[in-house]
């Protein structure tokens, strides 16, 4: 078997893929022809593909990238849905880039394939060098250690709906190999030569330069990177969650207390992130939240602790929260709308 073949199985769930059909993301390009046939050389007799194809109008040639995605398909005997995305057209007006816009449309593309197939898994061809591209653009943007984990392998797409990467530690040369080793071709996108976008920015202008230069092992070392980023992302969620657990309490009107007392002496990294989870647990707004805005809340529950006298005694934040100082060394929170429930 070819190592692609044997790492793309390895990376595989071993149960609950080819129970329903599988929806395979395909571009045209290398990495999603080859996790196509790929996914086609170890699929069970009985397992169902269907091939999505994205047709963005950012390129003439973009109909013969859906011809030749077809015909592949076709010669491997699955079906092909395929769809044409106005990338171009803005008017809705949510001031995206065309990045952005094009990535939303294709997803949501996907989920009505996968919807309309009763599909649980939709499956794309990320590979590390993606992975690496991601980070480095997170880092850059100024993201914090969850954004530093870079993609995840898997995620919920929809409800019932899971987005899978089962390439996302594979070199790209891996999957290119095995096409050649098959006899497959596969469709080149120009435009992923264009350095104005700056995925391409940094594959061609800092990543290339970097591995071709004094960084040979750049790719794996941002992997790398991720890998433990998301360790730490996940065991500051749990840290958090527990200390929310043992120190938060809801009321019957939505509001939340919490012990002051107890969550002063942590670290302030740490008191920020169960703040974080706080509202996300309650469905609390988070679009206008900011650090500072946490760094405050954070040192009102430091002063209430220690015992000390804050210079204030309430705090309005965005989304409608109201911050104030209660009786017991405690903070109260309570929401301009209360929700029906916490969020799970």
Avoid at 1 to 25: D, K, N, Q
Avoid at 154 to 181: K, N, Q
Avoid at 185 to 207: G, K, Q, S, V
Wanted: aromatic share 4%; with cysteine.
């Amino acid at each position: 078997m070819h190592p692609f073949l044997t790492s793309l199985s390895a990376a595989l769930p071993r149960t609950g893929l080819w129970e329903s059909p599988a929806i395979v993301a395909v571009s045209g390009g290398a990495d999603s022809v080859a996790l196509l046939v790929g996914l086609a050389r170890l699929a069970p007799p009985d397992a169902r593909l269907v091939v999505a194809h994205a047709c963005h109008d950012l390129r003439p040639d973009a109909d013969e990238d859906r011809k030749f995605v077809s015909a592949l398909a076709g010669r491997l005997g699955v079906r092909c849905e395929s769809r044409a995305l106005a990338v171009r057209d803005d008017s809705e007006g949510r001031g995206e880039g065309v990045e952005a816009r094009a990535r939303r449309l294709r997803y949501d593309f996907f989920m009505h394939v996968a919807h309309a197939h009763a599909a649980r898994h939709v499956v794309v061809g990320h590979t590390a060098d993606d992975q690496a591209e991601t980070i480095l653009h997170r880092a850059l943007r100024g993201t914090g250690v969850a954004g530093l984990a870079g993609m995840r392998p898997s995620r919920a797409l929809a409800d019932g709906v899971a987005l899978m990467r089962p390439m996302l530690t594979l070199p790209r040369v891996l999957g290119r190999a095995f096409l050649e080793a098959e006899g497959e071709a596969w469709r080149e996108d120009a435009t992923n030569a264009d350095p104005r976008y700056a995925r391409n920015f940094l594959r061609h202008e800092i990543l290339a330069a970097a591995t071709h230069g004094p960084y040979p092992g750049a790719i794996d070392a941002l992997v790398r990177l991720g890998l433990q980023a998301a360790g730490v992302a996940a065991a500051l969620e749990s840290a958090a969650a527990a200390l929310l657990d043992a120190h938060a309490r809801r009321h019957a009107d939505g509001s939340v207390g919490l012990e002051a007392v107890a969550l002063a002496p942590l670290d302030d990294h740490l008191l920020g992130h169960v703040l974080v989870v706080l509202w996300d647990r309650e469905g609390w707004p988070r679009r206008h939240m900011t650090a500072r805005h946490y760094a405050a809340l954070a040192g009102l529950i430091a002063a209430v602790g220690r015992g000390d006298e804050p210079s204030q005694t309430a705090l309005d934040l965005p989304g409608g929260v109201r911050a104030r100082v209660a009786a017991g060394r405690r903070l109260e929170l309570t929401p301009r709308v209360p929700a029906a429930s916490p969020a799970q």
